[in-house]
T-cell receptor, first 118, second 117 residues
Framework: GAVVSQHPSRVICKSGTSVKIECRSL??????MFWYRQFPKQSLMLMAT?????????EQGVEKDKFLINHASLTLSTLTVTSAHPEDSSFYIC??????????????FGEGSWLTVV | AQSVTQLGSHVSVSEGALVLLRCNYS??????LFWYVQYPNQGLQLLLK??????LVKGINGFEAEFKKSETSFHLTKPSAHMSDAAEYFC???????????????FGRGTQLTVWP
C-alpha cells in the first residue's frame, strides 16, 4: 500500500552543524510534499510545501535559508536544517498526498524524525 | 480560509465507555476532513477521512465519524473504548471539491485521550 517513509527517525547533532532529513513516497509519486514541525504536546505547524522541480513555498515566519528543502525527484523530498541550534530541536514530519489511489484521495504521513541539537 | 477547532484538549473515559472527540471546522470551499492518531514518539496514522459520498465514515480500530455540513462538525466516536486507544487525536481539514488538489492540512490542536481500566 501507499506509504511515506522518513529517515532518520532520530538524529542528534552538534550546534552549528547541518542535518538532512529524507522523506520518500513509496509505491506512488508525489509532485508535492509537505513538511511540518511539531513541538512537544502541541499540534503540527506547516513549515513549507515542497514542489518537485521548483522552489519550495515557505510559510510565514519560516526561514528558508535555515530550512532548505529540495524535491529532486517525484518520490523524494529532503529537509536540511542548516547551522542547527538547540531551539531547532523538534519533531519533523512530512506528508504526501495521493489522489485517486486505492483508498481514494488521501494524505499520508511519514513516521517523523526527532532532531536533537546539543 | 480553513480552520479546525477541537473542543477539549484532554478526554478521559473508562474502558468500555463511549468515546466522543469533537471537531468543528470552517472552510470556504467543500472540505476534505481527516482524523489522525498519534502514539507517543510516532508519526500520524490515518484513522478515517471524508471526501465525498456517505457522510458517515468508518475507519480503523472501530472508529467512525459523521460529516454534518449544517453543524460544520466531524466528531469522532467509538462505541467502546479500549486501553490501546489512549493516544493523541488530530482532526484536520483541507480544501476539497471537484478539481481541487490535495494540499496542506489545517490541524486542530489535538485531543489527548486517556482510557482508565
Amino acid at each position: 500500500g501507499a506509504v511515506v517513509s522518513q529517515h532518520p527517525s532520530r538524529v542528534i547533532c552538534k550546534s552549528g552543524t547541518s542535518v538532512k532529513i529524507e522523506c520518500r513516497s513509496l509505491d506512488f509519486q508525489a509532485t508535492t510534499m509537505f513538511w511540518y514541525r511539531q513541538f512537544p504536546k502541541q499540534s503540527l505547524m506547516l513549515m513549507a510545501t515542497s514542489n518537485e522541480g521548483s522552489k519550495a513555498t515557505y510559510e510565514q515566519g519560516v526561514e528558508k535559508d535555515k530550512f532548505l528543502i529540495n524535491h529532486a525527484s517525484l518520490t523524494l523530498s529532503t529537509l536540511t536544517v542548516t547551522s542547527a541550534h538547540p531551539e531547532d530541536s523538534s519533531f519533523y514530519i512530512c506528508s504526501a498526498p495521493l489522489q485517486g489511489g486505492p483508498s481514494g484521495n488521501t494524505i499520508y504521513f511519514g513516521e517523523g524524525s526527532w532532531l536533537t541539537v546539543v | 480560509a480553513q480552520s479546525v477547532t477541537q473542543l477539549g484538549s484532554h478526554v478521559s473515559v473508562s474502558e468500555g465507555a463511549l468515546v466522543l472527540l469533537r471537531c468543528n471546522y470552517s472552510s470556504s470551499v467543500p472540505p476534505y476532513l481527516f482524523w489522525y492518531v498519534q502514539y507517543p514518539n510516532q508519526g500520524l496514522q490515518l484513522l478515517l477521512k471524508y471526501t465525498t459520498g456517505a457522510t458517515l465514515v468508518k475507519g480503523i480500530n472501530g472508529f467512525e465519524a459523521e460529516f454534518k455540513k449544517s453543524e460544520t462538525s466531524f466528531h469522532l466516536t467509538k462505541p467502546s473504548a479500549h486501553m490501546s486507544d489512549a493516544a493523541e487525536y488530530f482532526c484536520a481539514v483541507t480544501p476539497g471539491g471537484r478539481g481541487s488538489t490535495l494540499g496542506r492540512l489545517y490541524f486542530g490542536r489535538g485531543t489527548q485521550l486517556t482510557v482508565w481500566p
